[in-house]
């Protein structure tokens, strides 16, 4: 299973699966971005993103047309103007559910945009992760102890590996709305990185 654009709020709203159709509608490293960003962030109209994304106006608009086509968003209403367009994510966040069949599917597109949003998705981990080494010391000492950079090598099956990823998100999940209401509370992100490797 591979996550990714959960957000902290609204945790009522579904994860989306996704299939080798909507895998190709999302492989484009503009709306993994956008999605990404409507995710952490909440509903935003396209200029909005284009400041955040450093982007152009024109293209993250157009990208949310896209997105929405395939209902990865979907039209703010409730926000909207008559001379702007809010947009929102309409699921929670997505998830593959059978890696190894998409990696082995018979459209060199279909593994191709399986391999684009993987390596999008660890590019934005490792840029989180520079930001926050690059920033701790803006930080109050308490956020700075609460902080965690660690790796773990262990011996395991395919199914134990599978059994400890699960009960992991599964803890992280958890937690979601433990600190809604506190003041003190700020945005965390968790990566969680597992994979085999060779011996030597």
């Not at 102890?145 to 400890?164: H, K, V």
Request: aromatic residues 6%.
């Amino acid at each position: 299973m591979h996550c990714y654009g959960h957000r902290m709020t609204d945790a009522r709203r579904p994860i989306r699966s996704l299939d080798p159709r909507s895998l190709r509608a999302l492989a484009h490293p503009l709306r993994i971005r956008i999605l990404d960003a409507l995710h952490e962030y909440g509903p935003a109209t396209a200029s909005r993103l284009a400041d955040r994304l450093d982007e152009s106006s024109g293209a993250t608009s157009y990208h949310l047309r896209q997105l929405a086509a395939h209902d990865f968003v979907e039209e703010d209403t409730a926000r909207g103007t008559a001379r702007e367009r809010w947009w929102r994510a309409t699921q929670r966040g997505t998830r593959l559910d059978d890696i190894g069949g998409i990696d082995r599917h018979p459209d060199p597109e279909v593994r191709g945009a399986l391999s684009l949003l993987m390596h999008e998705t660890a590019t934005r981990h490792a840029r989180d992760l520079n930001t926050w080494l690059g920033t701790m010391r803006d930080w109050p000492e308490e956020w700075r102890e609460a902080s965690d950079l660690s790796s773990f090598t262990l011996r395991l099956t395919p199914e134990l590996a599978g059994e400890l990823n699960t009960r992991l998100h599964e803890l992280v999940e958890s937690y979601r709305e433990k600190a809604a209401g506190d003041e003190r509370a700020e945005r965390v992100r968790v990566h969680l990185h597992s994979f085999p490797r060779a011996e030597d």
